[in-house]
């Protein structure tokens, strides 16, 4: 004999109610605005230690504190804008390596910095603990970098 799970309720089970943070995450955008001192070289040091994301293969999730490291050169990155775009990762299936890379590319392409630097310090996992650094400089007009 077979036993059948009683159905459930409907109160078991509310309709899932998408939060303000989770739209703000989802619609969010690598917002810029003009450089206040265009011209001069400064550095930007960010650091975002609550970023997440889920290890492709098995689905645990990965942990690690973000370094970002910029130049700009006529537009910085917004830093809520930021902090939502990283936030963006959270449930996204994506290895140490492509989510450092990926976050350079997507920064890149936002503000078109003179210098960047993104590095992803994950917190050790089954003894493995891996850093991933990459790096942007901006070519000069005549096709080298600086």
């Known amino acids: 004999m077979t036993q059948t799970p009683p159905p459930a309720s ?32 400064y550095t930007i040091d960010i650091s975002l230690p609550e970023f997440t994301c889920k290890c492709p293969f098995s689905g645990y999730p990965d942990f690690a504190t973000i370094y970002l490291s910029y130049v700009p050169d006529e537009r910085v990155v917004e830093l809520k804008a930021i902090k939502l775009y990283i936030n963006g990762y959270r449930d996204r299936h994506i290895s140490h390596e492509e989510s450092v890379n990926q976050i350079l590319d997507d920064l890149v392409a936002a503000c078109d910095p003179l210098e960047m630097t993104v590095e992803g310090d994950f917190s050790p996992r089954g003894n493995v603990h891996t850093v991933v650094k990459v790096r942007h400089v901006k070519p000069l007009s005549d096709g080298t970098g600086m």
């Open 10 to 41: 409907a109160s078991a089970n509310p309709p899932t109610e998408v939060k303000y943070g989770e739209r703000a995450i989802a619609e969010g955008e690598l917002l810029t605005f003009p450089n206040p001192r265009p011209g001069r070289r």
